[in-house]
């Protein structure tokens, strides 16, 4: 149900789409969060946007009052065909979903893994050193990196990774623009090969200690096996989620890196030093800037009230920017502590990929180290809401002459 069915009456504090909020989203939110900490929106039939860490965290934790049964994304992706499973459940339908995909995030089954994906980082990135004069670190590492790391997860062969990388970025290119014609059949092929996946695994099962399909097959959920049409709808949040989002925080860990050098410095000086840093990058480049959620009931957060089946966009960006929560939240500071960011968001929709999430950062991080010199070939390009970081990054790895 759009806002404005409720009778809203409100002057727009903003827009996410606007040159200015697209350009500078970070000073926009400072002042949002001053003046209008529960931001009202007249895009896309109008929503509210939660500025304040406060707000955001308390929305998160309240899936009674903020469904994301509703809504997850807004402009709204086609939700037609495969449920996104846990994403679009709450709890405690979530909880039955979420228990069978933690197996597969567990830390000792993510151990299990550095290693592959160590040997695949130095495999593409042996490639990009290739050609220093001008990487292609999007397409050429972040891109296949995220990509190797679904293959890797969910069992699927390098060659369906491939396709799946392709299709799952071309869906969110088309959300991002609107093309909701584009977004659906884009929507489609992605459910189609989530199908297709689970039907392969089913007529021929894998070992289920490295294949996630057969490994949620053969877990005992409550409530009964999980069908065919729940598996393929866990396989399909995975194949979106797990590729878009990591690979602009990929980009944007290497144009940070590439533009301030005395944090590679203090890098190699003291590696010690590294944790503090990723958790400070997730800090200040937020990939995933907004998830949505719909009212369920009126209610009212930092005084400005909303109605009942409104969208409402919890802003984990300008969160991770409250002056509330973070000292100077408008620099970056490499030995932040502490750092209570949300990223990953926060409550029961808490993403269940961050411990693979800061695998591939540290691992990433490890290879830029490597490279004789880093710099930009070309200025980059940056995501759109509901998506933040860099898209696109060409690098100049070469040292000095």
Not at 195 to 222: C, F, K, Q, T, Y
Request: proline share 7%; hydrophobic share 40%.
């Amino acid at each position: 149900m759009a806002a404005q069915d409720n009778d809203v009456k409100r002057r727009a504090d903003w827009s996410p789409v606007d040159p200015e909020a697209l350009s500078n989203p970070a000073e926009v939110h400072e002042r949002l969060r001053a003046e209008a900490p529960v931001a009202w929106s007249e895009e896309w039939g109008g929503f509210v946007t939660l500025m304040r860490h406060a707000d955001v965290c308390a929305a998160s934790r309240d899936p009674e009052t903020f469904t994301a049964t509703k809504m997850t994304v807004i402009p709204s992706s086609p939700r037609k065909g495969l449920p996104r499973l846990p994403l679009q459940k709450d709890p405690p339908d979530s909880d039955r979903y979420r228990k069978g995909l933690n197996l597969f995030f567990k830390e000792n089954r993510m151990r299990r893994m550095e290693p592959e994906l160590e040997a695949l980082a130095t495999r593409l990135f042996d490639r990009m050193l290739e050609t220093p004069e001008d990487a292609d670190f999007g397409n050429g590492f972040a891109g296949p990196f995220t990509q190797g790391a679904l293959c890797i997860l969910v069992g699927m062969d390098l060659a369906e990774a491939d396709e799946v990388g392709r299709l799952s970025h071309d869906y969110v290119a088309a959300v991002q623009v609107e093309d909701l014609t584009e977004a659906g059949r884009l929507s489609r092929l992605v459910d189609q090969f989530a199908i297709d996946l689970v039907a392969d695994r089913i007529a021929a099962p894998r070992d289920p200690e490295v294949d996630m399909v057969s490994g949620l097959m053969a877990h005992e959920p409550e409530g009964g096996a999980f069908t065919p049409e729940e598996l393929a709808g866990m396989v399909r949040l995975n194949l979106i989620g797990g590729h878009v989002v990591p690979r602009n925080f990929l980009c944007s860990l290497a144009w940070h890196m590439a533009t301030h050098p005395q944090h590679a410095q203090m890098l190699r000086e003291d590696p010690s030093s590294e944790r503090a840093f990723l958790e400070e990058l997730l800090r200040f480049y937020s990939p995933n800037q907004a998830l949505v959620r719909v009212a369920t009931r009126d209610t009212e957060l930092s005084g400005t009230e909303i109605p009942e089946g409104c969208p409402v966009a919890l802003n984990f960006l300008s969160a991770n920017r409250d002056e509330a929560v973070f000292e100077a939240p408008m620099e970056f500071r490499p030995d932040r502590a502490p750092n209570r960011h949300i990223a990953f968001g926060i409550g029961p929709h808490m993403c269940i990929g961050q411990s693979l999430a800061r695998r591939q950062a540290r691992l990433t991080l490890a290879q830029l180290l490597r490279a004789p010199g880093l710099g930009l070939a070309a200025e980059p390009t940056w995501s759109r809401w509901t998506e933040y970081g860099v898209a696109s990054l060409r690098l100049d790895l070469r040292g000095e002459a």
